[in-house]
Every structure is written in structure tokens, then in C-alpha cells.
């Protein structure tokens, strides 16, 4: 079993920058991929990012347009979103998943092997 652990959402306010972290923990044997997704209030949940053990391939959704960089430490089996100049509408809970494999081969969360509780983002006006 993984379990996987965001951490670092909180209230900002517009323009300011913010990094979220999810850690993984347990039985991480083989290669995976790391996304990051969100859900706003009455909206469908989306994928943000994801990237490859290897960081060989990164995926970003359009509305990130240049704003998010996703990354990992490997050795510490945690990922990050580095989010900048923040908008009210990326206002959501974001959930890190992984997914067993070297390629990024989906973007919908229900499909990734392991799925985090996810940390509150509130950006305010």
C-alpha cells in the first residue's frame, strides 16, 4: 500500500505564490507518475500536472499558461506545485494521485493506483 500526504494549502492573497507538497510513503518499489488535480466548489475535478520519475515528460492543463511548475525529489518520494501569481478562480482543494508506470498515461484521477485527501487552496480578493 502507498499513502500519499499534501500539505501546504492555505489562504493567499491575489498575485502571491504558494507551493504545495505531496509525500508518498510505503511500498514504492517500481517507477510511478505524480499529478497533481483540483476541485473548485460545484465544478468537476480536473487535472492540473503531472510529471514522470524520470521528469522526462511533463503534462500541464492550458489554464496553468506558464503560472504552475510541478517537480519532484525523488529521493524524498514527494512532490511539488509551485504556484504563482494566483487568481481567485484557482480557489479549490488539490489532490495529488500516482500512478504506477514511466509514462503519463491518463489525466483523470479516478484512474491513477493512489489518491491524497488534498489540501485547501482560498485565494482571496
Known amino acids: 500500500q502507498v499513502q500519499l500526504v499534501e500539505s501546504g494549502g492555505r489562504l493567499v492573497q491575489i498575485g502571491e505564490s504558494l507551493r504545495l507538497s505531496c509525500t508518498a510513503s510505503g511500498r514504492l518499489s517500481s517507477s510511478y507518475v505524480m499529478a497533481w488535480f483540483r476541485q473548485a466548489p460545484g465544478k468537476e475535478r480536473e487535472i492540473v500536472a503531472a510529471n514522470t520519475q524520470s521528469g522526462d515528460s511533463t503534462f500541464y492543463a492550458a489554464f496553468v499558461k506558464g503560472r504552475f511548475t510541478i517537480s519532484r525529489d525523488n529521493a524524498k518520494n514527494t512532490a511539488y506545485l509551485q504556484m504563482n501569481s494566483l487568481k481567485p478562480e484557482d480557489t479549490a482543494v488539490y489532490y495529488c494521485?500516482?500512478?504506477?508506470?514511466?509514462?503519463?498515461?491518463?489525466?483523470?484521477?479516478?484512474?491513477?493506483?493512489?489518491r491524497g485527501r488534498g489540501t485547501q487552496v482560498t485565494v482571496s480578493s
Open positions: 494521485a500516482l500512478k504506477w508506470g514511466t509514462q503519463i498515461t491518463t489525466l483523470f484521477f479516478d484512474q491513477y493506483d493512489y
